[in-house]
T-cell receptor, first 115, second 114 residues
């Protein structure tokens, strides 16, 4: 059953701690994305990756970091430098970046709460 | 900067009522347009998309959208909504510049009363 998995579903973190959100896809897609969803603001792009070992900053990359060592995996680290990290985080993929007509496929999301 | 505006944040309708959700974008060049839907407890998924050809696009579950280039709009319509259409709807635009990033609107929460 192809798709995107994100773990964990809920995550709690103390202030000052880094935390890593997992995203795995078995769709054989080249491109992967991380979005942050806040009420009333839609989805905002954090980072995206077109191919393995390459990634670019999105609109709100400050306080976040990513890696793309494998085609299937695109983990997101929320660092202590992120000032307002409590949010719902969505991972997505598409067949290839650079084709603006390709739709994105989304995972179930991770809700991060900073205590 | 490119942006996507969805006019209604919350919409409440009775079953069988007609639906139109507005979406406008700000970009003068070639665009590809999408509507995504997030049903309660489910993943965000594609409802329909436009990238060329007939500006009237039909999607899943009886939804359609019309691209009007002169108005920079891509409104979503359904002639008769059902309770199961209760969801959050996002309009999105991808352009051929800026790394082909997709810009999402703020979303519209639709509640259909049975």
């Amino acid at each position: 059953d192809g798709g995107i998995t994100q773990s964990p579903k809920y995550l709690f973190r103390k202030e000052g701690q880094n935390v890593t959100l997992s995203c795995e896809q078995n769709l054989n897609h080249d491109a992967m994305y991380w979005y942050r969803q806040d009420p009333g603001q839609g989805l905002r792009l954090i980072y995206y990756s077109q191919i393995v070992n390459d990634f670019q900053k999105g609109d709100i990359a400050e306080g976040y970091s990513v890696s793309r060592e494998k085609k299937e995996s695109f983990p997101l680290t929320v660092t202590s430098a992120q000032k307002n990290p409590t949010a719902f985080y969505l991972c997505a993929s598409s067949i290839e970046q650079g084709r603006s007509y390709n739709e994105q496929f989304f995972g179930p999301g991770t809700r991060l709460t900073v205590l | 900067a490119q942006s996507v505006s969805q006019h209604n944040h919350h919409v409440i309708l009775s079953e069988a009522a007609s639906l139109e959700l507005g979406c406008n974008y700000s970009y003068g060049g070639t665009v590809n347009l999408f509507w995504y839907v997030q049903y309660p407890g489910q993943h965000l998924q594609l409802l329909l998309k436009y990238f060329s050809g007939d500006p009237l696009v039909k999607g899943i579950k009886g939804f359609e959208a019309e691209f009007i280039k002169s108005k920079f709009s891509f409104n979503l319509r359904k002639p008769s909504v059902q309770w199961s259409d209760t969801a959050e709807y996002f309009c999105a635009v991808t352009t051929n510049t800026g790394g082909f990033k997709t810009i999402f609107g703020a979303g519209t929460r639709l509640f259909v009363k049975a």
